[in-house]
C-alpha cells in the first residue's frame, strides 16, 4: 500500500527552525519526484520546494529560497524539508506529495503529483 506520512511541524517563534520528514512505504521515493506543497487558511495549496529522482536536482518557491533545503534520504526512504529563518507567514498546513509518473525533473504544480500525506501544521508565531 502507497503512503506518505509527513511529520515534524509545530509551534515555532519568528526566525525560528523546523525540519519536516516525509516518510513513504509501498514505493521508493528515490525513483520518483517528491514535493513539499502548503496551504493556509483561505489560500490555495502552493508548491515550496521537489527534488528530482535521478540527479536529485532541487528546485524552490521564491520566497523560501536559501531558507528551506529539501534533502533525501535513500537508506530511510524519506524526504526532508529543513526550514529555517521562518515567517508568519510560512504558517500552514505543510504536504509531501509523490508524482507516480515518475518524470526526470520535479514540477511545483499540485495538479503534478498524484500521492499525498495527511500534512503536518506548521506555527510560526512568537
Known amino acids: 500500500q502507497v503512503q506518505l506520512v509527513e511529520s515534524g511541524g509545530g509551534l515555532v517563534q519568528p526566525g525560528g527552525s523546523l525540519r519536516l520528514s516525509c516518510a513513504a512505504s509501498?514505493?521508493?521515493?528515490?525513483?520518483?519526484?517528491v514535493a513539499w506543497f502548503r496551504q493556509a487558511p483561505g489560500k490555495e495549496r502552493e508548491g515550496v520546494s521537489c527534488?528530482?529522482?535521478?540527479?536529485?536536482?532541487?528546485n524552490y518557491e521564491g520566497s523560501v529560497k536559501g531558507r528551506f533545503t529539501i534533502s533525501r534520504d535513500n537508506a530511510k526512504n524519506t524526504v526532508y524539508l529543513q526550514m529555517h529563518n521562518l515567517k508568519p507567514e510560512d504558517t500552514a498546513v505543510y504536504y509531501c506529495?509523490?508524482?507516480?509518473?515518475?518524470?526526470?525533473?520535479?514540477?511545483?504544480?499540485?495538479?503534478?503529483?498524484?500521492?499525498w500525506g495527511q500534512g503536518t501544521q506548521v506555527t510560526v508565531s512568537s
Open positions: 527534488i528530482s529522482p535521478r540527479d536529485s536536482s532541487t
Open positions: 506529495a509523490a508524482d507516480m509518473a515518475r518524470p526526470a525533473i520535479c514540477g511545483l504544480g499540485p495538479m503534478e503529483y498524484d500521492y
Open positions: 509501498g514505493f521508493t521515493l528515490a525513483y520518483v519526484p
